[in-house]
């Protein structure tokens, strides 16, 4: 079982490692550009550019197979890739909604909370008043 996964491995390689010298140019100018040009790009700019230079590296290929089933594979990640950022973004809503929905709550509790303690305060203050008065009627017999 170990030679067939390493004969298919060595296979892999050998298909993947045939490139034109037309290629290996665009492969070699697409990398000076990007080193020459990174500094001064914006995040939105990279994008772009990361967009152009697999365009460029696929161009020298459309017609070939390899590039065929190649555009074929990435399109097909990229619409996997899709549904699991819809996944995860459908979750992190459903979770930030939940932690509102808690900080609220707790919002609403303290406030409960300090109204309790506002009332608490004021029934003992009029207590200790009461004794306070009592104990002076009492001293004043």
Same mark, same amino acid.
């Given at each position: 079982m170990a030679d067939k996964r390493n004969t298919r491995r060595n296979h892999t390689n050998v298909s993947e490692c045939r490139i034109d010298l037309a290629t290996t140019k665009t492969i070699n100018n697409v990398a000076e550009t990007v080193e020459f040009e990174e500094d001064t790009m914006?995040?939105? $700019?990279?994008?772009?550019?990361?967009?152009?230079?697999?365009?460029?590296l696929l161009d020298p290929q459309k017609d070939s197979k390899e590039a065929k089933i190649t555009l074929k594979k990435l399109s097909q990640d990229v619409e996997a890739l899709s549904k699991d950022v819809k996944e995860v973004k459908s979750v992190v809503i459903a979770h930030s909604k939940r932690i509102l929905a808690l900080e609220t709550?707790? $919002?609403?509790?303290?406030?409960?909370? $300090?109204?309790?303690?506002?009332k608490d305060n004021v029934h003992n203050k009029r207590q200790d008043a009461e004794i306070i008065h009592l104990r002076n009627e009492i001293l004043a017999q």
């Open positions: 914006t995040p939105n $700019d990279k994008t772009n550019e990361k967009k152009r230079m697999i365009y460029i709550t707790t $919002d609403s509790h303290k406030k409960k909370l $300090d109204e309790i303690e506002t």
